[in-house]
Antibody, heavy 118, light 111 residues
Framework: DVELVESGGGLVQPGGSLRLSCVVS????????MSWVRQAPGKGLEYVAT????????YYVDSVKGRFTISRDNAKNSLYLQLNSLRVEDTALYYC???????????WGQGALVTVSS | DVVMTQSPLSLPVTLGQPASISCRSS???????????LSWFQQRPGQSPRRLIY???NWDSGVPDRFSGSGSGTDFTLKISRVEAEDVGVYYC?????????FGQGTRVEI
């Protein structure tokens, strides 16, 4: 079975940092684009960052450019999101998800909660 | 960024009756490769999102055929032919033609 398991969330002060991880099993991780999508409490969904299969292309929403970095380790079947200079408005549930826009392949994790508060 | 506008934002439905959600994009979603990357997602209460439809009208695995997607260019629709109790939740359209990929605000479907 396919499984995406996020970890690394927690409570952090404004200006702080966190690193989220997502370990994937059940499919060939190295063959698929991957994304981080977040959902603020009671709000809608927002794509935060997307990465190509080999890490050679990365895309970010404007609000996190220069602060967040997406990366992957295909040998470890793992996706990462480094969150720096965190703001209160970054508080959200962060989902790891496949990013396959043109074919039947879509999987999501259960999410990692990031809370930014003093 | 491409703005995705859904309507209505709240949709009371009756079991067994049809339902429809509209989604409009601020620019054409036709990609240079000829595809239109418009998807629909369902998020049931307390669950992670799940994609129902990709490229306007293609079903993802395990999606009941009572769900259907249609549209072109900037105007798209998700239809549920006969609403069932398990369809309660929030539905989002999403475009993956232009970076960054963007979602609509969501439509809450409730019985």
């Amino acid at each position: 079975d396919v499984e995406l398991v996020e970890s690394g969330g927690g409570l952090v002060q404004p200006g702080g940092s966190l690193r989220l991880s997502c370990v994937v099993s059940g499919f060939t991780f190295s063959s698929y684009w991957m994304s981080w999508v977040r959902q603020a409490p009671g709000k809608g969904l927002e794509y935060v960052a997307t990465i190509k299969v080999d890490g050679s292309e990365k895309y970010y929403v404007d609000s996190v450019k220069g602060r967040f970095t997406i990366s992957r380790d295909n040998a470890k079947n793992s996706l990462y999101l480094q969150l720096n200079s965190l703001r209160v408005e970054d508080t959200a549930l962060y989902y790891c998800a496949t990013a396959v826009r043109g074919s039947r392949f879509d999987y999501w994790g259960q999410g990692a909660l990031v809370t930014v508060s003093s | 960024d491409v703005v995705m506008t859904q309507s209505p934002l709240s949709l009371p439905v009756t079991l067994g009756q049809p339902a429809s959600i509209s989604c409009r994009s601020s620019q054409s979603l036709v990609h240079s490769d000829g595809n239109t990357y418009l998807s629909w997602f369902q998020q049931r209460p307390g669950q992670s999102p799940r994609r129902l439809i990709y490229k306007v009208s293609n079903w993802d695995s395990g999606v009941p055929d009572r769900f259907s997607g249609s549209g072109s260019g900037t105007d798209f629709t998700l239809k549920i032919s006969r609403v069932e109790a398990e369809d309660v939740g929030v539905y989002y359209c999403m475009q993956a033609t232009h970076w960054p990929w963007t979602f609509g605000q969501g439509t809450r479907v409730e019985i």
